[in-house]
């Protein structure tokens, strides 16, 4: 999101905190149950001069609902069943039911622009986007670095700088380095165990936030050892949570409780705990299942996706080799991991964050056949999150996400680890640029000193 939120916009907007404001809707309202009528700003420009309008809107609603484009983020909005031009300014969304997260989904669907998709069609689309945003698209090299130019016709007022680059350095170590250095100007996911090192450079500082990101390690429940469900509540208990947060996250952030969801989010359960550390417990439960501790367990992460990503990886599995399995850490990058995703075949055991942004639908989506992301499948669940999609009642919302969070922790179809909290780290020379916790890279409003 971070790169196509800098070229393209959403009907609704969030800021830093995750708090829904107007975005090319300045304002909706609700004229029945199952429509809600969005005004769009008016005078706002495409990156080619032409006007946004309803049209835009409308083409870029109807596309994403088709199942045939297999639209990546349908799940944000998937009970929506089109959009339809009111006049050139005002558009109306209809959904097939009562569809309370509508809004909030709505934030993280950009706006297409419907001549340019006529004109030169899907592929040119993707490879040079066109967009309402601050920054306008110059060139992108995959794995390396992503440079824009600043859009001075910007409808919220154009940056303050020229050139924004955004550049791929998966080493945490290089990346501190490129700060200190004054080579880069703002860094993520900052390891806990480099903060003091920031701190003391005299050159940055840290900027921190709490994220609604629950960290997990997702299991391939298809295939043996984890379509055993007594390995996967072994390896949920051969794993020190309260150790690796003290010493990894040095007590940032939370230990997730047994579930996806951290605890400020709407649908956690209080009921439910984690399981505690018992690796003799893990390794009788082992031994019953009949697991082959001469199978290697490959545990696949990402490097500086998340807080101290493979730190806690290597970690985990230094705990998994104490009980007799031979895990091992393989460290994926990027471009590789997404074709991994969308084959859905990420390994034995892959590490990931949801981020519930508040609500615990949007999270909890990507372990349902619309979320198109898991391989476990559960009936019950499924139906349980659609009962909670399609209320507008608070109460029976969080009853269906209990329950749903309930039948996770049984069945156990990924480990739950951490609440991670989103690290940062901004050289003296930037002020007005603030840590995100959904992650999204907001730089419009900076300055270069």
């Known amino acids: ?35 809600t009528r969005f005004h769009l700003r008016q005078g706002v420009k495409w990156h080619d001069g032409k006007d946004f309008t309803a049209e835009d809107v409308a083409f ?25 031009v009111v006049d050139k300014y005002t558009v109306d969304i209809t959904t097939k039911t009562i569809f309370p997260t509508l809004v909030r989904g709505l934030s993280d669907i950009v706006i297409e622009p419907k001549h340019y998709y006529e004109q030169a069609g899907e592929q040119a689309v993707i490879q040079r986007p066109i967009g309402t945003g601050p920054f306008i698209y110059k060139t992108y090299v995959p794995g390396d670095r992503y440079e824009l130019t600043a859009n001075k016709d910007y409808w919220g007022g154009a940056p303050k700088y020229e050139n924004l680059v955004i550049r791929q350095i998966p080493e945490a170590a290089t990346r501190v380095a490129s700060l200190i250095a004054g080579e880069t100007q703002i860094i993520e996911e900052v390891p806990v165990d480099l903060i ?20 997990i390690l997702t299991y391939d429940v298809r295939k043996p050892p984890f379509n055993n469900p007594k390995v996967r509540e072994a390896f949920d208990y051969a794993i020190n949570k309260p150790a690796i947060f003290k010493e990894i996250l040095k007590s940032r952030g939370e230990i997730l409780d047994g579930q996806l969801l951290t605890k400020s989010t709407l649908g956690y359960n209080p009921e439910i705990k984690a399981r505690p550390y018992d690796p003799e417990k893990a390794k009788a439960l082992l031994k019953e299942a009949g697991f082959n501790f001469k199978t290697t367990v490959p545990l696949a992460t990402q490097s500086g996706k998340y807080t101290s990503d493979v ?20 460290v994926v990058e990027g471009g590789v991991w997404s074709q991994m995703s969308t084959a859905l075949e990420m390994g034995p055991l892959h590490m990931i964050a949801w981020y519930s942004l508040g609500d615990a639908d949007f999270s909890s989506v990507w372990f349902t056949k619309l979320g198109k992301r898991s391989v476990w499948i559960n009936e019950e669940y499924d139906a349980l999150f659609t009962k909670a999609r399609s209320t507008s009642s608070e109460e029976e919302r969080v009853k269906y996400y209990n329950e749903m969070m309930a039948l996770m922790h049984k069945e156990n179809p990924a480990m739950f680890l951490f609440g991670l909290p989103s690290i940062y780290a901004v050289s003296n ?19 270069l000193k």
């Open 311 to 330: 730190d806690i990886a290597n970690v985990v599995a230094g705990m998994l080799n104490e009980i007799g399995v031979n895990a091992t850490v393989n």
């Open 1 to 35: 999101m971070s790169l196509i939120a800098q070229t393209n916009e959403a009907l609704v907007g969030r800021d830093n905190a995750g708090n829904i404001s107007p975005g090319l809707a300045l304002k909706w309202e609700a004229v029945n149950e199952t429509t």
């Open 60 to 84: 870029t609603i109807n596309r994403i609902v088709d199942p045939k484009v297999g639209y990546g983020l349908l799940a944000r909005i998937g009970q929506v069943s089109g959009a339809k």
């Open 429 to 447: 020379s930037i002020t007005g640029f603030g840590a995100a916790s959904d992650k999204v890279l907001r730089v419009n409003k900076a300055e």
């Open 196 to 215: 003091e090192q920031i701190e003391s450079s005299g050159r940055a500082k840290i900027d921190e936030i709490t994220t609604s990101a629950g960290l």
